[in-house]
């Protein structure tokens, strides 16, 4: 939202997995096209606060049901790199109007882009064994294949190297222990 309340861009998403299961963050992820009646609830709500900048709203819906708010954040949630792979530069939006310029990055999102958090998927396929653990795995796997990363990146894959690194360092801990 910019200086003048306006709506300068809005990404939706739907969890399809989360870690942990029933109340957890968002593992499995996929941009939905937004609804518009939902996009000006939120819109009247951010107006009402005064709000100035990147906001990141989570809803839970049940079946059927109407959407309620949960969460609400200021700042780069974890799945932000979904809405960058959908084709919305939330950051540098953001930075522009921080900054007292004008954020260019008003394009509506691709819809059906996917996000996955491997870490939290490969735990939530531990815990919950869909179909066999070894199917729940491979299916993490294969998924994450076509997914957006929070971590990872071809174009810099350090970080998530680094990372995998200490995870394992952990895991052998914990199995030494």
């Known amino acids: 939202v910019d200086a003048r309340r306006r709506l300068v861009a809005a990404v939706q998403q739907r969890s399809e997995h989360t870690w942990p299961p029933t109340a957890g963050v968002s593992v499995r992820a996929v941009t939905v096209s937004p609804d518009p009646d939902l996009t000006n609830s939120v819109l009247r709500l951010l107006e009402d606060l005064g709000w100035f900048g990147l906001a990141q709203l989570q809803f839970v819906q049940p079946p059927g049901g109407t959407p309620y708010l949960i969460d609400l954040n200021g700042r780069f949630y974890g799945s932000i790199a979904l809405a960058l792979g959908a084709g919305?530069?939330?950051?540098?939006?953001?930075?522009?109007?921080?900054?007292?310029?004008?954020?260019?990055?008003?394009?509506?999102?691709?819809?059906?882009?996917?996000?996955?958090?491997?870490?939290?998927?490969?735990?939530?396929?531990?815990?919950?064994?869909?179909?066999?653990?070894?199917?729940?795995?491979?299916?993490?796997?294969?998924?994450?294949?076509?997914?957006?990363h929070s971590i990872w990146s071809a174009r810099d894959p350090l970080p998530a190297v680094t990372y995998g690194v200490s995870l394992m360092g952990r895991a052998l801990e914990k199995a030494v222990r």
């Open 88 to 148: 919305c530069n939330l950051p540098a939006a953001w930075a522009a109007m921080a900054t007292g310029g004008i954020a260019a990055d008003t394009r509506l999102p691709a819809v059906g882009v996917r996000y996955q958090w491997l870490e939290g998927d490969l735990r939530r396929a531990v815990s919950e064994k869909r179909g066999g653990l070894g199917r729940d795995i491979a299916s993490c796997l294969w998924y994450a294949l076509r997914a957006k």
